[in-house]
């Protein structure tokens, strides 16, 4: 089985599965905790399942939340979802913004010295 990311927007992931069954159980949990079941919608035509999920707004919060998409009967993780938010980030990208800028000072210092010579 396969799952193709279709799009992400307004807390709903939406995709194609191939190569899977119809009445297929797919599911979104963070960590090993279930959030909700994807609704599966079949095409007959292309003979493609397509999927929707809501990501449910309680689950998101400071830093980093990693959620996957999983067939429930086979444990198997199809698609990961990963969402970065809240003030530990820009704390955490300045923080090492400052950090490169220090090693390019310290760089740059060594080779005027090295120059010098």
């Given amino acids: 089985m396969e799952l193709t990311r279709l799009s992400l927007s307004h807390g ?15 599911s979104l949990f963070a960590d090993d905790t279930k959030l909700t079941t994807a609704t599966v919608e079949s095409d007959h ?3 493609s399942l397509f999927i929707k999920l809501s990501i449910p707004a309680d689950v998101i919060e400071d830093g980093v939340v990693v959620l996957t998409i999983r067939d429930e009967t086979s ?4 698609d990961t979802i990963s969402i ?27 080779i005027r010295r090295l120059a010098q010579k």
């Fill in 75 to 78: 444990n198997e993780i199809l």
């Fill in 12 to 26: 709903v992931y939406t995709g194609v599965l191939t190569g899977g069954r119809e009445g297929a159980a797919l």
């Fill in 45 to 47: 035509k292309s003979k």
């Fill in 84 to 110: 970065v938010s809240g003030r530990l980030t820009e704390e955490n990208l300045a923080s090492r913004v400052a950090s490169l800028e220090a090693q390019l000072d310290l760089i740059k210092t060594s």
